[in-house]
């Protein structure tokens, strides 16, 4: 398929598609590694003067925490037809992995370099930074969820599906609303008679995002309830109903293998108790993204290490070693230790096997670091210290003796 850029210069896409959603899909583009295109499968009217408008707002200019990293893949170029109808546009091609592999320890170890829970803990203050960037900005991004987030190696976020979102023409001053939302991270006053969305709906769907991330993928807003004769509801049914097991895990059945809340730091858990509290309904109340930000980049300092295993990482303000007790009651391994053997099968004769990146295999707690252990000193190495002392004291004495015999 052959589109063009406003100046009538062709764009051919590749064959290879990147992704496809309810809108459209992206496809890498034949002539260029550094871009690629979202291609709407049925464009509204207006979505042209959408883009560009978006193209003059600011986060058309915003780089990265570094060279290689973007924090936005905003719209550079409109996408035209032959007959200069908006089909899509052009943004940055962004490498990374769905952020939702930090959610499952198998897939953790394949998505970032340094698979712990301090890293975990970074890239939710990352979330919450760049999300306040988007506010300062003018912009509400509506449809936040992890499936809008890229994730690098080194635990950088990017954010995608950037054309949806709600923001201000800064040339004429137009609000173009937010075109997509995702239920299950919307707040429940989300109904406000076609008023555009303020930045505390985002504000909830962090909540719920850095609740997920801190505890292994666990919406605060889903379980089984308890009450047998209750409905089984889904997330945003239990959003509307203020269902949470932040403030009321007695109307969920207990589940054994769950994360506690306990989990998170002190500061954490009382942010997610605001919003999910008093701001469940009262946009004004709900703690900010900045705070969130500054909330876990203190958390970040304030983890501890383990003795059994260099990888687990928890806050200080609890008594052990969440992950190991996790492990000792039957719930796995979730922090593997650097030191862990991963088998692999022996391949028949003459072949060769190619084992998954995602093999994982629960091990115990390994036994200290070397410089951890008490070390014990050998036999003989002490006897021969004791003789060695034994024969500076017989000298000495017989060193004073005969200065004394001289004296007299």
Known sequence: MTLYLPNGRPIELSDSRLGRGAEGAVFRLRDTEDLCAKIYLDPADGTRDRLVAMMRAEPAKWGG???????????????????????????????????????????RLTAVDDPTWRVVVVVAARVARLLAKMH??????????????????????????????????????????????????????????????????????????????????????EGVPSDVHAPDYAAPENIRLQNNRMLFPERFMPVHDAIPADVLPPEVR?????????????????????????????????????????????????????WCDRAAAGGGEHYPSLKTVIPQPVPAQGQRTQVPATTWVPQAPSAPPVWQQTPKPRRGTTVAKVLGWAVVVVIIFIVIAAIAEAAS
């Open 270 to 322: 009382e942010l997610a108790r605001r919003c999910f509290g008093e701001g469940h309904r009262d946009g004004m109340l709900r703690p900010a993204a900045q705070l969130w930000a500054d909330a876990l980049d203190r958390a970040g300092f304030q983890l501890m290490g383990c003795r059994r295993n260099e990888r687990h990482l928890y806050h200080r303000s609890l008594s052990s070693c969440v």
């Open 65 to 107: 925490d570094h060279s290689e990293h973007l924090h936005v893949a905003w719209p550079r170029e409109v996408l035209l037809d032959e007959h200069g109808a908006a089909h899509g546009f052009l943004m940055p091609l962004v490498e990374g992995e769905p952020i939702t592999k930090l959610f499952d320890p198998r897939m």
């Open 136 to 221: 300062e900005a003018g912009i509400v991004m509506g449809d936040l969820s992890p499936a809008n987030m890229l994730l690098s190696r080194t635990g950088h976020v990017t954010l995608i599906d950037c054309d949806t979102v709600q923001f201000t023409d800064p040339q004429d001053g137009t609000v173009h609303r937010c075109s997509k939302l995702t239920p299950e991270y919307c707040p429940p006053d989300l109904s406000r008679n076609g008023t555009p969305l303020d930045p505390s709906h985002d504000d909830f769907g962090l909540a719920i995002l850095v609740c997920q991330l801190l505890m292994e993928g666990e919406h605060p807003f």
